[in-house]
């Protein structure tokens, strides 16, 4: 089975631009989240969604920011205008719930961006 | 809030030598525990998990044991290879949080192992 699947492998850009990151969970999970991960922070949550509802945004860092989920097939994640600090890699993970047990994450390879 | 606290990296080995990274965690509810292991450049891979007291997740030759009376979940493996390089994170899940499958991760610790 394929996994998770994110692109672009590699972004870079210039400060100010839209940047428009894109996952594609594995097929039948049913959670999908998006991290970032950088040297200061570590390992973040920005976002997850269950049923492509958005459940808990608390992490995305400020309004330019924003993340939607079209389909259960497809998601992205949007920066707008982007910023030097917003540089990092970019990881989306999926899952599913089966009964009431929590199945692992399956991450993909990330996207890493650089704003210059 | 649930919390998972690892030890401080970065960890530097000899080939074959033993290692132990320290994992606690805090939960309202019965989590189920998790080690993802992160290699230069990729994402985090499940590594073993654990779902009750006592069970011991094992995956190449890397092991934790759901401690509950100590709430631990320490990585142990017997002898360590320069492919095991990479930085290792503890996790939890806890059903009890409406949060459903969020995972709460450690800060995550360095391994590096020298020939």
């Known amino acids: 089975d394929a996994g998770v699947i994110q692109s672009p492998r590699h972004e870079v850009t210039e400060m100010g631009q839209e940047v428009t990151l894109r996952c594609k969970p594995i097929?039948?999970?049913?959670?999908l989240f998006w991290y970032r991960q950088t040297m200061m922070r570590g390992l973040e949550l920005l976002i997850y969604?269950?049923?492509?509802?958005?459940?808990?945004d608390s992490g995305m860092p400020e309004d330019r920011f924003s993340a939607k989920m079209p389909n259960a097939s497809f998601s992205t994640l949007k920066i707008q205008p982007s910023e030097p600090r917003d540089s990092a890699v970019y990881f989306c993970?999926?899952?599913?719930?089966?009964?009431?047990?929590?199945?692992?994450?399956?991450f993909g390879d990330g996207t890493r961006l650089s704003i210059l | 809030g649930d919390s998972v606290t690892q030890m401080e990296g970065p960890v530097t080995l000899s080939e074959e030598a033993f290692l132990t990274i320290n994992c606690t965690y805090t939960?309202?509810?019965?989590?189920?525990l998790f080690w993802y292991v992160q290699y230069p450049g990729e994402g985090l891979q499940l590594l073993l998990k654990a779902t009750k007291a006592d069970d011991k997740g094992s995956n190449k030759g890397f092991e934790a044991t759901y401690r509950k009376e100590t709430t631990s979940f320490h990585l142990e493996k017997g002898s360590v290879q320069v492919s095991d390089s990479a930085v290792y994170f503890c996790a939890l899940s806890d059903p009890a949080e409406t949060s459903g499958s969020r995972l709460t991760f450690g800060e995550g610790t360095q391994l590096t192992v020298n020939p």
């Open positions: 969604f269950n049923n492509n509802v958005p459940i808990d």
């Open positions: 993970a999926s899952s599913r719930k089966t009964g009431v047990s929590n199945q692992p994450q399956h």
């Open positions: 939960a309202t509810g019965y989590p189920s």
């Open positions: 097929s039948g999970h049913d959670y």
